[in-house]
């Protein structure tokens, strides 16, 4: 047993496990965390094995009687006290998600402000989990749907987001009644730890929010499979998702699956240019192109299209890579890791031996600090069609294919043709297109003239390969209950 989060292990520090209301020492090698700007050991984490998945999943099964019985006041009182301890660390946890994730300091401010706002949310709306009565057939009778917490809750949360991905699980599943089992990414486990710890001050009572380390094949599947376990929340990629759906299904768990996306970015003749030049730098090359709802593809209209693209190429050769923790004016941090910077590369030159040509960037950055962490040029590719690899496969990092179409309903025929449906973007002024678009673009979630970044009030929710289910607002709240049906005779 450990008495605090973190202790000294060669001079760096080592975090431990949340168990029960206490922090836990794991077995086992320890698991390097690394700062991807500098490549340096920034600390490390001790892994779980799965006795200690049971335990978590245990303390919170024992836990949940009693949170569950908590009024909706008293459950959101603890969440707002936690928002409180987040909002007076958020400096120190800005600079931490910096430090373990890549992304400039403004992004990660604003991660940490995303994480506070979903936890607000879900505690502002505690008492708008309602039930119904409903008339009966009988006149001595009444027909009751009660809306009842699931019970223990697993919350898998990926590596762009270290703190809004926590936010998002945490907050409706504790608001609901539930209780839960966090397992954050092992790329970026710093935040979430620092997070419980504050919801430990906050007083949250001990076994309602449990966190354990370890990688997805070894103690991930064992918490989706545990009987335990009754709902499922994870945010990552699709085979990811994939592993757990089908894990899952043994014992017909509830799934709720945030994937990839390949968000088309579509801007018609009539858009107001700057604003749309504007929305395509922010929504392809913040926090790296590591973001779900990133423009991933971009369909441009002929008449407008080289003058977007001057604007557009201008912008993008102006971006400041480097890394955001010694230079303030940096726009753009590293990739997670060597293998997705690898990945990256690899699919800019398949996209070049397809007949893509390379307007700008294309290259990993090299000389100086840029030798010791994962660096990309912010790359432009022109000359595509829809059905090269590069259109068609997640990129998730800094890479826009720019592709010219004729008419608003040729964009419409290839930002449909996807395995995804996440985000899509479009800009147009005409009223008509934009009615024709709420029919006819099959995506879960549509930026129209604006740029990317969902609110917590909305429902953020994929199609396709994009996942099961969603996220945020009253529709994703309610996915944390389910409904219990009574008919009361009482004649």
């Not at 969440?79 to 909002?87: A, G, N, P, R």
């Not at 423009?295 to 977007?308: A, L």
């Not at 590369?345 to 990993?364: F, I, K, N, P, Y």
């Amino acid at each position: 047993m450990a008495e605090s989060m973190k202790s000294q292990q060669e001079g760096v520090d080592l975090y431990n496990q949340f168990i029960d209301g206490e922090w836990i020492t794991g077995g086992g090698e320890p698991l390097d965390v690394h700062n991807p700007a500098t490549g340096e050991t920034v600390a490390r984490v001790s892994l779980a094995d799965e006795a200690m998945a049971d335990r978590a999943l245990k303390a919170a099964q024992a836990a949940f009687p009693a949170w569950s019985r908590k009024t909706a006041v008293e459950r959101a009182d603890h969440l707002y006290k936690l928002v409180e301890l987040i909002q007076e660390n958020r400096d120190r946890l800005a600079r931490l998600i910096t430090t373990e994730q890549g992304k400039p300091l403004v992004e990660s401010d604003a991660d940490v402000g995303m994480c506070c706002d979903l936890i607000r949310f879900a505690a502002e709306n505690t008492r708008r989990l309602e039930g119904d009565i409903i008339p009966a057939d009988d006149p001595d009778e009444q027909i009751w749907i009660q809306k009842v917490p699931h019970g223990v809750v697993v919350g898998i949360t990926a590596w762009n987001f270290p703190a809004a991905l926590v936010g998002r699980k945490l907050g409706p599943a504790l608001a609901a009644g539930n209780t839960i089992v966090l397992k954050p990414s092992e790329e970026t486990p710093l935040t979430a730890l620092e997070l419980v710890e504050l919801a430990r001050q906050a007083g949250i009572p001990k076994g309602v929010i449990n966190l354990i380390n370890g990688r997805g094949r070894d103690v991930g599947n064992h918490l989706v499979t545990s009987p335990i376990t009754q709902l499922v929340s994870m945010t990552g990629s699709v085979r990811g998702g994939r592993e757990i759906n089908k894990a899952a299904a043994e014992h017909l768990k509830i799934v709720r699956l945030e994937l990839g996306g390949k968000a088309p970015f579509i801007v018609m003749d009539d858009a107001e240019l700057d604003p749309a030049v504007d929305a395509a730098i922010a929504s392809r090359f913040n926090n790296c192109g590591q973001v779900c709802t990133c423009n991933e593809r971009m369909y441009v209209q002929s008449g407008i299209f080289d003058k977007f693209l001057e604007r557009f190429q201008q912008r993008v050769e102006a971006l400041k890579v480097g890394n955001p923790l010694t230079d303030s004016d940096v726009d753009m941090g590293p990739k997670i890791n060597r293998a997705e910077l690898d990945k990256i590369h690899d699919m800019v030159q398949h996209a070049q031996s397809q007949g893509a040509e390379l307007l700008t960037g294309g290259e990993r950055l090299t000389g100086g600090e840029y030798d010791k962490g994962n660096y990309y040029a912010p790359t432009i590719l022109t000359g595509v069609n829809n059905d090269m690899d590069i259109m068609k496969e997640e990129i998730f990092g800094p890479v826009a294919p720019v592709m010219k179409v004729e008419s608003f309903e040729q964009a419409m025929e290839y930002a449909n043709a996807s395995e995804y449906g996440l985000s899509a973007y479009v800009f147009t002024q005409n009223v008509k297109r934009l009615m024709a678009l709420t029919r006819e673009l099959d995506f879960g979630e549509i930026y129209v003239n604006r740029g990317g970044g969902e609110s917590v009030q909305g429902f953020h929710k994929g199609y396709r390969n994009s996942g099961l289910g969603g996220e945020d607002g009253k529709y994703g709240l309610e996915a944390y209950v389910k409904s219990k049906t009574m008919y009361v005779h009482h004649g």
